[in-house]
């Protein structure tokens, strides 16, 4: 029950972005329709059934494999106690930021013609191995990798929330291992699987950059890709535009699906030390299981900083144009994230000052506007309106990058901010009351002091986001205006794999710098407001 005093300013401006939103999704798809009813292309070199089937069945695949691999991950770390698994724990909830692209030119490091495996066996049996970083198989490993570990960690916080009286009950019971995971265990992950199993799908059904660099060719070619192939290679805008639309649709039915499905809770906090131990062979299984999956997850980065690194880094850091990328990347990545913070503020603070369910259900809706509009379908659009408004798209690429960028990490900002700000309505609204505070004394005495690790967390998603992201500019780069992971595609495409790699290498930094630091150094700064 809502106890807050009435703060109309706040639901107001929430009301005002929710619509900004809504209109400027519109235009997109207006831009889009109007694009399909005005051009002239032919779709007959576009074989959509074909690429509707193939992405349902790699994203079905992937979401599959994940959650078996994230169920066995999350039981091992639920049990095991060992130095460093706070480090392991860590690692797996970076997964959500680490770029696609950075894991996929990992795999290929590893498994890829010349990679570690093929040039070890070569030395030792003569023969290389083959080639399974492309294709279908190099695509899924990608995926298991990143949304593998990605559902450890948020299954992991479902192991972690076992209520301690239960666990008491089944140690005085003597309950086995099999037994503790029929009783206590899958009951616990059971309710969170449905949802999470959603969002994988939507994340490899929308997968870019992964299904770029390994799909190996137009048989394994997804929407995404598809439809950045028709506007970049063939500029076929009707192709584009129906592969867009049959996107749409599908991404459209999986979120009205999952609506009706229990939210899946955010899984980036600490985990509580192991309070249950197995058997001798539990044990053992369950150390293969995480030792199997740590390498699985590590293996693909470290070869990318081993790689950046012998590649010869001082020689990228010498050419102009990377230091021209960097400087591109990271004021985008900076402003996406500030712009990302002030929409998902904006629209949660609005949302926890109301207790009409009909409002706050329409104020959390546009924020998951990119669950539907992936991110090449919205650079799509933009760049079609642009083209309308008769805009040169090299003009208008700045804005559209971060504003498309903002809108990519839209949905995640709102489900950090959303829970603790509705928990703070609940428990100081009375307290807010009897002070007497506005709105803005609510803010700075109240709701910021609690919220400064989830104000870090919300700005660290966003600018990770967009600095390992490909989807946008894609469509929008050019010579002059590039970040560092269309520099790094460029580079494959170049063949100057070690400039590519060297790249890479300063993306899994910068990225993992900021994703471990931002929440830290924002929560001392709210520490010392207190």
């Known amino acids: 029950m809502l106890t807050l005093p009435d703060r109309p300013y706040r639901v107001a401006t929430a009301i005002g972005l929710a619509l900004a939103i809504v209109g400027l999704i519109t235009l997109v798809l207006w831009a889009i329709l109007a694009a399909a009813t005005g051009s002239e292309g032919s779709m007959s070199q576009v074989d959509v059934p074909h690429l509707l089937r193939m992405t349902s069945i790699q994203a079905g695949l992937s979401t599959i494999l994940s959650l078996a691999v994230g169920v066995a991950l999350a039981w091992a770390l639920n049990r095991l106690r060992f130095p460093g698994r706070d480090l392991v724990v860590g690692l797996f909830a970076s997964a959500i930021v680490t770029p696609g692209m950075v894991v996929a030119f990992g795999l290929l490091s590893i498994w890829g013609r010349n990679g570690w495996i093929n040039r070890a066996s070569e030395a030792v049996l003569g023969f290389p191995l083959g080639n399974p970083a492309f294709g279908l198989s190099g695509i899924l490993l990608a995926h298991v990798i990143l949304d593998g570990a990605f559902a450890a960690r948020i299954l992991l916080a479902r192991l972690d929330a076992i209520p301690a009286a239960s666990l008491k009950t089944g140690q005085s019971l003597a309950l086995t291992a099999r037994q503790r995971f029929a009783i206590l265990d899958w009951p616990a992950m059971r309710g969170t699987l449905p949802g999470l199993a959603a969002i994988i799908f939507l994340l490899a059904f929308t997968s870019f950059p992964i299904v770029l660099l390994l799909g190996g060719g137009p048989a394994n070619q997804t929407l995404e890709v598809a439809i950045y192939a028709a506007v970049r290679q063939d500029f076929d805008l009707t192709a584009a535009v129906y592969l867009a639309l049959t996107q749409i649709a599908v991404c459209s039915g999986v979120i009205l699906m999952a609506a009706a499905l229990a939210p899946v809770p955010t899984g980036l906090g600490p ?115 642009v083209r309308a408004l008769g805009i040169a798209p090299a003009v208008a690429a700045p804005y559209v990058v971060i504003l498309a960028n903002s809108l990519l990490a839209l949905p995640f900002a709102v489900a950090t901010l959303g829970p603790p700000l509705d928990a703070i309505a609940r428990s100081r609204g009375k307290l807010v009351r009897a ?80 994703f471990v630091g931002l929440p830290r150094l924002f929560e001392r700064i709210a520490n010392v407001a207190r």
């Open 271 to 385: 985990s509580r030390a192991p309070r249950w131990r197995d058997g001798a062979m539990a044990l053992t299984v369950q150390s293969l299981v995480l030792l199997i999956g740590t390498i699985g997850f590590v293996l693909p980065l470290l070869s990318v900083l081993i790689d950046g690194i012998s590649a010869g880094i001082m020689s990228l850091l010498a050419q102009p144009a990377f230091w021209q990328a960097c400087l591109t990347s990271l004021t985008i990545g900076v402003t996406s994230a500030l712009l990302t913070l002030a929409l998902a503020l904006g629209l949660a603070l609005g949302r926890a000052a109301t207790p009409n369910g009909v409002t706050r259900t329409a104020l959390g809706m546009p924020a998951f506007a990119y669950l539907a509009v992936p991110a090449v379908v919205l650079s799509l659009g933009f760049f079609l309106l």
């Open 435 to 514: 002070l007497g505070l506005t709105g803005r004394q609510q803010f700075m005495a109240i709701e910021y002091p609690l919220l400064g690790k989830d104000i870090g967390v919300t700005l660290a998603l966003s600018f990770c986001f967009s600095l390992g992201d490909l989807g946008v500019i894609a469509l929008f780069g050019t010579q002059d205006f590039q970040t560092l992971p269309l520099m790094m595609f460029r580079a494959l495409g170049s063949y100057r794999s070690n400039d590519a790699a060297a790249i890479a290498a300063l993306l899994l930094v910068g990225t993992l710098v900021a």
